[in-house]
């Protein structure tokens, strides 16, 4: 069975996103490098253009991820990537509401409405031997927490952003370690990839 693991562009604040949602400042160090990624989502390509170093890391991640674990939030904010992820994976979401447009045979949504340990067993065994990514900031907590989550990624973006959506909320009591286990540093982001140690 592969590893769960989430990813995140954050800023130095512990900020994923901006109080309504904004992801483009944390996400600027995917579009200001000379390397070209392709990455195509339901009804467009998307052009990205980072550094040579990141670019290495960012295209091992569609062949890794088997499935995904998404929350409702990313879902809609997201518009549902317009009926496609970008890294092509299905994709199971954790919502207390279903949205039955989405629901149809061939659809690439699930949706989930038990809780995600039993999202991410789904995800698990569609997933195979390759990894199941997890996002949303809630949902990667609530993994975190379950116990579920077996890595982190961190993109650290230089910058303050001061409010928004913070990568980590109040987690419980519980001291939770980590191990670092790799560190690529480019002007724009620091890629630091840890092992949630268990
Ligand atoms: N910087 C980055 O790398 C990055 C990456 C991805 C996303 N983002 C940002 O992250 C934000 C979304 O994350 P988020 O933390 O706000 O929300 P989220 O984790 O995507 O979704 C939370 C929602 O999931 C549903 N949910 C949560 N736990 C549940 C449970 N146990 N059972 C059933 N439903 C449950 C609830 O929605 P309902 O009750 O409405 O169903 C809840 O409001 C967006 O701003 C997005 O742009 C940033």
């Not at 992801?23 to 392709?38: H, I, L, P, Y």
């Not at 579920?148 to 993109?155: K, P, Q, T, Y």
Request: net charge negative.
């Amino acid at each position: 069975m592969g590893n769960v693991g989430a990813g995140f562009s954050m800023s130095l604040d512990g900020f994923i996103a901006g109080p309504n949602d904004e992801v483009d400042r944390v996400f600027a160090w995917m579009s200001q490098g000379d390397t070209e990624v392709k990455v195509s989502t339901g009804d467009h390509d998307i052009d990205l253009k980072m550094s040579e170093e990141s670019a290495e890391l960012y295209e091992e991640i569609p062949n890794a991820i088997g499935a995904l674990v998404l929350g409702r939030r990313i879902f809609d904010v997201a518009g549902a990537w317009g009926g496609k992820h970008p890294l092509g994976a299905p994709m199971f979401i954790v919502t207390h509401r279903i949205p039955e447009e989405w629901v149809y045979e061939g659809s690439p949504f699930t949706f989930v409405t038990d809780g995600v340990e039993s999202a991410v067993a789904q995800a698990q065994a569609v997933a195979g031997d390759k990894s199941v990514g997890v996002a949303g900031a809630n949902i990667m907590q609530q993994c975190l927490k379950a116990g579920l989550l077996d890595e982190i990624g961190i993109d650290l973006v230089p910058v303050l952003l001061g409010q928004g959506i913070r990568m980590f909320e109040y987690l419980g009591i519980e001291q939770i370690e980590l191990e670092q286990t790799s560190l690529t540093n480019t002007p724009g982001v620091t890629h630091i990839r840890y092992r949630v140690v268990k």
